[in-house]
């Protein structure tokens, strides 16, 4: 999936992260007596979760091995301890 504007991630956000997130059953009702329970129902959320974005290359330097073609269109560099250090908090 690839979401190219803020209405296409609210959207996803609201559709897909959240449902996936929040404890149901599997007729979709709300699992009562499970507040903070993932949708596994065994892990527990502790605290604020967070989304990070993280923007990478295709590359040619990356090799998809290939019982993998069918299902992944292709592949991005691997993330370096690079992106770390360059990275800049705002406040």
Do not use: H
Not at 38 to 60: E, F, P, Y
Not at 67 to 81: A, P, R, V, Y
Request: aromatic share 14%; hydrophobic share 40%.
């Amino acid at each position: 999936m690839s979401i190219r504007s803020s209405e296409e991630f609210w959207n996803w956000s609201r559709n897909y992260l959240a449902t996936a997130l929040l404890a149901s059953w599997y007729d979709g009702n709300p699992a009562y007596g499970m507040r903070a329970y993932l949708n596994d129902k065994v892990s527990r959320s502790m605290g604020i979760g967070t989304i990070r974005q993280l923007r990478t290359k295709k590359s040619a330097k990356c090799i998809m091995v290939e019982q993998f073609d069918q299902f992944i269109e292709g592949c991005q560099e691997e993330l370096t301890s690079e992106w770390v250090l360059r990275m800049v908090w705002s406040s």
